[in-house]
């Protein structure tokens, strides 16, 4: 397939999009409030954040608890999209930039002054309606791509039913959804399929945006909840959603795959399988910058992912830094625990990558 991919840095991104409808306004959901009051530091400050979709509802739990404890605090957030996030945050547009793809070296390299800066770690699961199937599928990123490069076009093709001896499989047709905005949730995605098989989804087709093939029938929805609002409403259909949209997934009467991971076991997105994975890959490089794809552990779910902070290391002024740096502090630190995290399936940051994530946080002026 003909390769027009930019990790991030799209014209398309520059176009902020809709709010996710399933989340509520920028003002984000509720949540329990904190006992642990922000730094004097951020009273009478403002903070905006646009970005993930994926992070949006536990972003929007830190927005309100973090209000809560400090009213003077002021913050609005907006799901529009990992692309979008950074674009902004790199304009200046916004102080955060929430995404669930990193910048890599020559990304920072070519737009300078942009940290990355992990806050806690996310999955994403694969979903599908396929009439009469109750079991989880056990998929691999061979089979996926496949399906998305419209090699496999019906559920009863035999590289699936090889995969789920025993389940009774429909000649449906599949019709694949993918994300139509710059999703991080399609970088993780496009990442899994390339990291199991790059002879069937090569690396040039990697990225937050991509150009797609045309499998037979194929969907473009905008967010994550247009994923699974379409996913809902389309029998046969297979797509892709982050981890906070699982429970919403489950009530819509999606099924969930199990993925092969890279010592061919299958997983479903788990607690405890996010934990194995995460527990299988080292401490981040001080640029926070890390692949939690593929994981080699056998109990572990292999699309994992750092969710981050895109933040110009040099803010607009003194006032803004020090409120953006206290505010990620908490995020990282009394944020970044299972009163939060939990609902929506995330796990929070290893003690060492914490520890990076303060120290790229600390090096924020303005």
């Known amino acids: ?49 646009t970005g993930s979709t994926l992070l949006f509802p536990v972003f929007g739990a830190w927005q309100t608890a973090y209000s809560a404890a400090d009213p003077s605090v002021t913050i609005t957030s907006g799901a ?66 496949e399906i998305y490069t419209g090699k496999i076009t019906k559920w009863n093709d035999p590289a699936i039913a090889k995969l789920n001896p025993g389940v009774t499989l ?31 989804w090569p690396s040039a087709d990697v990225g937050t945006t991509i150009t797609w093939p045309s499998a037979p029938g194929a969907l473009a929805e905008t967010g994550s909840g247009g994923m699974l609002a379409a996913c809902g409403a389309t029998k046969g259909c297979i797509s892709y959603l982050g981890i906070s949209y699982l ?4 009530t819509a009467g ?11 076991k299958f997983q479903q997105p788990a607690p405890a399988a996010i934990s194995a994975a995460l527990a299988s890959f080292s401490t981040p490089p001080a640029s926070g910058a890390e692949s939690l794809i593929n ?14 902070a895109i933040v110009k290391k040099t803010q607009p002024s003194a006032a803004e830094a020090s409120a953006v740096k206290a505010f990620l502090k908490w995020v990282v630190t009394t944020g970044d625990t299972a009163t939060y995290l939990s609902a929506a399936g995330f796990e929070p940051l290893p003690a060492s990558t914490q520890a990076i994530s ?5 090096s924020i002026s303005g």
């Open 1 to 49: 397939m003909a390769n027009k991919i930019r990790m991030v840095w799209t014209a398309a991104a520059l176009v902020p999009l809709a709010l996710l409808a399933a989340c509520g306004s920028s003002s984000g959901g509720t949540s329990p409030s904190s006992s642990a009051a922000p730094p004097a530091s951020a009273s009478g400050k403002s903070i905006t954040e």
């Open 358 to 362: 303060e120290t790229l946080i600390n």
């Open 80 to 145: 529009t999209g990992s692309g979008t996030g950074i674009t902004d945050a790199s304009q200046g547009l916004v102080n955060v930039g929430g995404s669930d793809a990193y910048l890599s070296s020559s990304d920072i390299s070519q737009y300078p002054g942009l940290l990355n800066i992990p806050l806690t770690v996310a999955a994403v699961d694969v979903n599908y309606y396929v009439t009469g199937v109750k079991k989880p599928l056990n998929l691999t990123g061979t089979v996926l791509a």
């Open 170 to 200: 429909p000649a449906e047709t599949i019709v694949t959804l993918h994300r139509a905005d710059s999703s991080g949730s399609t970088f993780l995605f496009t990442s899994y399929m390339n990291a199991q098989d790059p002879s069937a």
């Open 247 to 250: 429970a919403k997934a489950t």
């Open 254 to 264: 999606l099924g969930t795959a199990s993925l092969a991971n890279k010592a061919g």
């Open 295 to 308: 994981t080699s552990a056998a109990k572990g779910y292999p699309i994992i992912n750092y969710e981050y």
